[in-house]
């Protein structure tokens, strides 16, 4: 392997890391690349996991984007906790990891901005403008200095995944997007590096997020519209927490339009707040005998 080290390695510059993965060097040595903001849990080790299996080297990114945050929203208080996540990155065997710190990756401010498509007016698009203005801008960054010959992306971020790989395919840039899975809780909470901030009594109701998109899923099946869907996966949130909605909404995937007659993937996605941390969370599911139902890793 063209990184045969045991251990693995920490980068922190750019520099470093280019001449690294320079691709002349690597020559057939495929990169899997795992962008992270820290604070890795089971999610992200499962892209690891998926990585792994499928390239030579697996090069992982820590770095909390101060330009996907707006004003008011919880960049300071984002959990971080470096050596856990080296250990936790080493134990699943990344080779690479990289720990940029906010200078090294913005050093200049050109005021070039990278402004995504109809796809980021919906959703968390909505309710945190310029977010993913900010997720593209760190991560065309991220693919320039890794050049990823996979990158892997988890599906609870799913409007995040489809905004990147509109991305990538409308500007050419050279990497594989590959979805992964969501994977939860014993109690179906979504897994999270925000679920740290959640009290006690905000983590056992948060479980309501995932019953309730499960019985909008339910719904589904049985050929309910969206609206429907949306209102009753709203009342069980607000019935059986203190959790304030954002949005409850069903839209077509990746396109994320309205539900229209022929869309073969759907969305049931909603973002619910407790206190100041706000929770994602969606079911994606396949068209079936004229409803929408689960895909099968959704299950
Ligand atoms: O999904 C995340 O953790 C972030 O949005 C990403 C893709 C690492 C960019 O900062």
Redesign the pocket.
Known sequence: MYVDSPDIQVIETIEELQNKLNRNERKNTTVGFV???GYLHAGHLSLVKQAKEQNDIVVM?I?V?PA?FGPGEDFESYPRNRERDIQLAEEAGVDIVFIPSVEEMYPTDGGIRILPGRQAHELCGASRPGHFDG?LK??LKLFNIVDPDRSY?GMK?AQ?LAIIETFVRDFNVRTAIVRVPIVREEDGLAKSSRNVNLTYLERSEATAIYRALQIGAELSAQGADPSAIERQVSEYIVSNSSGKIDYVKMLAYPGLGPVTVGAQEVILACAVKFSSTRLIDNIIMSTKDGTYVPNDDEQ
Request: aromatic fraction near 16%; charged fraction near 10%.
């Open positions: 962008p992270t903001m990114s770095f984007n996907q997720v760190v991560v992306f971020d995040q």
